[in-house]
């Protein structure tokens, strides 16, 4: 597997991570900012592909505005997770560097939280070819991530280039606040 996840989190932790955004949607705080952003930039009825979905809380907000989604997570545990709090969204466990065409191709290709970072150090580029390989052309990649890991914006820039992808667009936020060099958040729109 080429996530770092399983090392750095706990059986706990991450049955904690799988009901997280359950629990913050429940105390009446927004849970939907990444997929209200990635539905205004893909036409109606898209191909969207939620990388690393978790427990797939932006690939059932996507849905149920009327793409067609695939969630897919290294990780059982958060895959089960989402099978019982979206039984109605097609999530599949799967390593990003294991994407293949088989899945189809998808319009759009959302990667929302912090999952470049967890892949192990050095697979970043083997998971952006794999992620080219079911991005239909002139598709788009989409990658929110903090920057307090080594792996940075440029990192991801040259990683980008590499599959043949054009930065279109940085945000500092979800929200589309500016990036700067004080953000601590990007995210990133590629052309592919």
């Known amino acids: 597997m080429s996530t770092r996840w399983f090392d750095e989190r ?12 359950v629990r913050i949607a429940a105390q009446g ?8 952003f990635i539905d205004a930039m893909a036409k109606r009825g898209s ?16 849905a149920r505005v009327g793409h067609d989604v695939v969630g897919v997570d290294a990780d059982p545990l958060l895959i089960e997770a989402g099978h019982e709090q979206h039984p109605d969204v097609r999530l599949e466990v799967l390593d990003l560097v294991d994407l293949t065409p088989s899945l189809g191709t998808f319009d759009v290709i959302v990667c929302a939280g912090n999952v470049m970072v967890y892949v192990d150090p050095g697979s970043e580029p083997r998971v952006l070819a794999a992620m ?6 002139g598709g788009r990649a989409v990658f929110g991530f903090h920057l307090d890991r080594p792996y940075s914006t440029s990192d991801l820039d040259r990683d980008a280039s590499a599959v043949g992808w054009t930065l279109e667009h940085r945000f500092g936020t979800w929200e589309l606040d ?3 060099d004080a953000s601590d958040w990007a995210v990133s729109v590629y052309r592919g």
Do not use: M, W
């Open 178 to 180: 500016p990036f700067t």
């Open 29 to 36: 705080k927004d849970v939907d900012g990444e997929a209200r």
């Open 10 to 21: 706990s059986l706990e932790q991450r049955e904690d991570y799988s009901q997280r955004f």
């Open 132 to 137: 080219a390989s079911v991005l239909a052309p």
């Open 47 to 62: 191909r969207i592909l939620d990388a690393g979905c978790g427990a797939g809380r932006v690939a059932a907000a996507l």
